[in-house]
């Protein structure tokens, strides 16, 4: 056998090599990351069989006489004295005033108690989300890498071996 079949030979199948080593590298990137592709038989049974649309439903809440009141705080009002004086019910009035306006200031901080936590926790929420997804993002790259290195590895190959059996064909 001569050195220019033995080149021949040797550049096939290196080519043979590089060829399904992409082809591996492109697969494994498709499988990972491509949309699945519908054959004749996928696209027939995706026009015949249509999916069927969500069902929807209702549902009725009942609460227990304890767990309402559990949820409530009541406070009384006695009303003043029907023989009071005009002073009297004017104190009385005052008096109620200054308990609702402490009342309004008490449900405004807790309100703006809420809104602060619920902020902080939208915002725990949202440094988690973007810390998750820039692992999946940094994983998807780093997979595709992979993928994208065997395909460069086998076109590489498919290269040399073309070199090769054009010089074995020449010697």
């Known amino acids: 056998m001569t050195a220019g079949a033995v ?14 080593v992409a082809g591996f590298g492109v697969r494994r ?3 990972e990351y491509g949309q699945e592709r519908l054959g004749t038989w996928g696209q027939a049974k995706d026009r ?10 209702t549902a009725t809440m009942v609460i227990s006489a304890d767990a309402a009141g559990a949820a409530f705080n009541a406070t009384v009002v006695a009303a003043p004295a ?3 004086t005009a002073a009297e019910r004017e104190q009385f009035l005052l008096e109620r005033v200054i308990w609702l306006q402490a009342e309004a200031g008490r449900l405004r901080e807790s309100v703006a108690h809420e809104g602060r936590e619920r902020r902080t926790a939208v915002d725990r929420l949202r440094g988690t989300m973007n810390e998750r997804a820039d692992q999946l993002r940094r994983g998807i790259d780093s997979a595709m890498a992979d993928g994208l290195a065997q395909e460069a590895l086998g076109l590489w190959l498919a290269a ?3 070199v090769l059996a054009i010089i074995g064909a020449a010697v």
């Open 7 to 20: 080149l021949t030979i040797i550049g096939g199948s290196l080519q043979l090599a590089g060829l399904a």
């Open 29 to 31: 990137t498709r499988l």
């Open 48 to 57: 015949i069989f249509q999916p069927l649309p969500p069902v929807t439903g």
């Open 82 to 84: 029907p023989d009071a």
């Open 160 to 162: 040399v071996g073309a």
